[in-house]
């Protein structure tokens, strides 16, 4: 007779036929940097991230890599902003010297830079803009130089976020000609326009001044489509795909898994991270509990990859894990 509970009886008999884990190296920090000196200002929306002035960032990154975090996705936020997002491809911006200072000072952390407009850009928007549209293909010249600046400053890997057509195509023939035939890229490939995103926007002062990006993040409403775009990012030349948001999208993660080859990424974004925090910090949650949950759904999903700002708490408590389970041995 079928018995499911048999492979439940005890710890030791439930490891044995798990069929997903949650890993430190499957875990990317996500830091923001902005100009100035001796700043760590608290982001209110999100409790326990901090925006950082270049001289103390290391606080942070010695924190990720001591609890054992090996890679980290940067987020510039530059004083100056202009229509055309200068400060994006600027040698000399936030974004490049803080990536310069993370090669330097832990040059085994694997960095990553995102690569958009919307921070660098007066109107807030991904891509340039003309009487209201936002520009696709004006667009593209623009996120190649920012990526090729960003691999000269030492990114190992490049993380176009901005949604326009083609650009993954770009930026990986730009990366090329000037030798960066072995910076990666991680697209965003089906991000959607969400609502998760807000408390990030208060972290990088990226909030679009008029409209939204409906006219080039994906409609929520739709799976197949997600799919299309991944394909496309990978024939053109991307090394990982990512799904984002994670938690409202864990189907598509799914869909995507069953139909691409290649590593697939997801963005547990600021609103989940908020959402969670809140509900902890009012006693309503286990968050340990849930947070463990969460990124165990994203690996079952098909996830390798998981973006979260939750990142050190979870090498903390993968350590409190390995800890009790020697003990008990
Ligand atoms: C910029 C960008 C956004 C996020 C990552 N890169 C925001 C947006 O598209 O408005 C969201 C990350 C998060 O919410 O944690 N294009
Ligand atoms: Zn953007």
Avoid at 118 to 124: A, F, L, P, R
Avoid at 139 to 162: E, N, Q, R, W, Y
Avoid at 175 to 180: I, N, Q, R, S, Y
Avoid at 197 to 226: I, L, V
Wanted: overall charge negative.
């Amino acid at each position: 007779m079928v018995r499911m509970r048999r492979l439940r009886v005890n710890e030791e008999m439930r490891s044995l036929v798990r069929e997903t884990s949650l890993q430190k190296s499957d875990l990317v920090y996500p830091v923001f940097v902005i100009e100035g000196k001796n700043i760590k200002n608290p982001v209110d929306s999100m409790p326990g991230i901090y925006q950082y002035s270049i001289d103390r960032l290391g606080e942070e990154l010695k924190r990720a890599a001591e609890s054992g975090i090996s890679a980290v996705l940067v987020f510039g936020i530059p004083e100056h902003k202009d229509d055309t997002g200068s400060e994006a491809y600027n040698a000399e911006g936030v974004t490049q010297r803080a990536v310069r200072y993370m090669k330097e000072k832990f040059p085994k952390l694997l960095v990553i830079a995102d690569v958009c407009l919307c921070e660098y850009t007066s109107h807030g928007h991904c891509g340039l803009v003309c009487n209201g549209e936002i520009l696709n293909d004006e667009t593209l010249g623009l996120l190649a130089k920012m990526s090729v600046s960003l691999a000269k400053a030492g990114a190992d890997m490049i993380a176009p976020s901005d949604m326009m057509d083609g650009r993954v195509e770009y930026i990986r023939k730009a990366l090329d000609k000037e030798g960066f035939c072995n910076t990666a890229i991680m697209a965003y490939s089906a991000k959607f326009a969400s609502g998760y995103y807000s408390p990030f926007r208060d972290a990088a002062h990226s909030a679009p001044a008029f409209g939204d990006r409906r006219t080039y993040q994906m409609d929520p409403a739709n799976g197949k489509e997600a799919v299309r775009e991944c394909k496309y990012d990978i024939e053109e030349g991307a090394d990982i795909v990512m799904v984002k948001p994670a938690l409202a999208y864990l189907d598509v993660v799914k869909e995507v898994s069953r139909q691409v080859e290649c590593p697939i990424a997801v963005y547990n974004v600021s609103g989940e991270y908020s959402m969670v925090k809140a509900a902890a910090q009012n006693g309503w949650i286990d968050e340990k509990r849930i947070v463990m949950e969460n990124m165990l759904a994203m690996k079952r999903a098909g996830a390798k990859i998981i973006i979260t700002y939750h990142a050190i708490e979870i090498a903390g408590w993968l350590d409190g894990q390995e800890k009790l389970k020697a003990k008990e041995q």
